[in-house]
């Protein structure tokens, strides 16, 4: 949406009902870590300490003109002011429900032949934590068991579900989902939190959230910066391991780091001027050949590892293959857009408009979404982080 030619919307709830004079509000939506929302509020009256209590729900919809969306849903933890000379605020530090998850040390045992599913539903369905059986959405590429008696010290249980989302190359959190056929404000209020423990390969597989076009004076990708790194690429892997029932060495490779894309110009280009498109990116690409062929490409400059496997493990070689689909090219960029609510981590989005070799569907890392009154002009911009 470009967004501005209209208003921003914001609503906040706070032990159901509506909170008022708010100065700025920021929801950080991240992919592997707890979402945080801060509330800074207007405090004329000066009662800052107790504008709210620790452990009061706080719900938050933004969006433009009654288009909105709950991006926020989460318990305070933290609620203070600031008097001073210019005027009083109070400020109320939230996380999502997820944060119920991260309060108790324990340890975890886990007995050979457990399935993945039913390890992280059990711990999921714990009733502090509130979930329903419904609640828990969990899809994964394949459902692997535990192939050894193991047992986890002193972790939480989000610590835990975080380290298996990790060795499975997975994700896991907790996030506000509206009914379906939702959209509309009253729609989403009927919603609710819902437990998440999905396959990378399975978010990677859905339709992108949304397009962004990068225009100057359209307004909807405002800015993007970015960069190609090759050791943020996740490494090329090589497995060797012994086959048990011929003695063979095995080698399992891993899947290649994708090359840069050729700079393919517009076919209507030649229309006055045949073979100006072949011409032009002839030309583009030997530029490009001759200032990487010293240091070489950077797909060529993605780091090389090898480990070796071992017969008794039978599913160790394709784990450590499997390579991060979210950061294959180690492509890291940052960009900041007009107000979005499309614009969610873990998911992907699609960029248009910036340099042809990185145009396509990028994976949303971290989100930030900001409103902010100021001087009686209300603004609101989204800034996120995203690799391929």
């Known amino acids: 949406m470009a967004g501005n030619s209209k208003t921003p919307d914001i609503k906040i709830t706070w032990k159901d009902r509506p909170l008022t004079e708010v100065h700025s509000v920021e929801v950080e939506d991240h992919d592997q870590l707890i979402d945080k929302a801060t509330i800074t509020l207007d405090d004329a009256a000066r009662i800052a300490p107790t504008t709210a209590g620790i452990e009061e729900t706080v719900k938050i919809e933004m969006g433009w003109d009654g288009q909105t969306a709950v991006l926020f849903e989460g318990l305070v933890v933290q609620a203070g002011g600031d008097a001073g000379q210019h005027g009083s605020k109070a400020q109320i530090v939230?996380?999502?429900?997820?944060?119920?998850?991260?309060?108790?040390?324990?340890?975890?045992?886990?007995?050979?032949?457990?399935?993945?599913?039913?390890?992280?539903?059990?711990?999921?369905?714990?009733?502090?934590?509130?979930?329903?059986?419904?609640?828990?959405?969990?899809?994964?590429?394949?459902?692997?068991?535990?192939?050894?008696?193991?047992?986890?010290?002193n972790t939480t249980d989000l610590q835990f579900l975080q380290k298996l989302a990790r060795e499975y190359q997975c994700r896991t959190f907790v996030e506000y989902n509206a009914p379906?056929?939702?959209?509309?404000?009253?729609?989403?209020?009927?919603?609710?939190?819902?437990?998440?423990?999905?396959?990378?390969?399975?978010?990677?597989?859905?339709?992108?959230?949304?397009?962004?076009?990068?225009?100057?004076g359209v307004h909807q990708l405002v800015e993007f910066r970015y960069q190609r790194v090759a050791a943020g690429a996740d490494p090329e892997r090589t497995v060797s391991a012994v086959d048990d029932r011929t003695g063979a060495v095995v080698t399992n490779p891993s899947s290649p780091t994708p090359g840069e894309q050729s700079l393919n110009m517009p076919e209507d280009i030649d229309r006055d001027l045949p073979g100006v498109s072949d011409r032009a990116d002839a030309a583009a690409q030997a530029v490009v050949d001759e200032a990487s062929s010293s240091a070489g490409k950077p797909h060529d400059q993605v780091k090389q590892k090898t480990a070796a496997g071992g017969p008794s493990d039978k599913t160790a070689a394709s784990k450590a293959t499997k390579r991060?689909?979210?950061?294959?090219?180690?492509?890291?960029?940052?960009?900041?857009?007009?107000?979005?609510?499309?614009?969610?981590?873990?998911?992907?989005l699609t960029l248009i408009g910036i340099c042809p070799w990185y145009e396509g569907d990028w994976y949303v890392k971290v989100v930030r979404h900001h409103y902010e009154l100021a001087g009686g002009i209300p603004s609101y911009t989204t800034r996120f982080l995203a690799t391929r």
């Not at 390890?119 to 419904?134: C, E, G, H, M, T």
């Open 94 to 153: 939230a996380y999502d429900l997820s944060v119920r998850m991260h309060r108790k040390h324990t340890s975890h045992p886990i007995t050979k032949g457990t399935k993945l599913s039913d390890l992280v539903r059990q711990i999921a369905s714990n009733p502090d934590y509130k979930f329903s059986s419904a609640d828990i959405n969990i899809d994964l590429d394949d459902d692997p068991e535990v192939d050894r008696d193991m047992n986890e010290p």
């Open 180 to 216: 379906p056929g939702g959209g509309a404000a009253g729609a989403a209020a009927q919603g609710h939190s819902q437990f998440y423990f999905w396959s990378l390969s399975k978010i990677m597989q859905k339709d992108p959230a949304g397009t962004l076009y990068f225009c100057p």
């Open 324 to 348: 991060d689909p979210t950061r294959i090219m180690g492509v890291l960029g940052e960009g900041t857009a007009t107000g979005n609510i499309g614009i969610r981590a873990k998911s992907k």
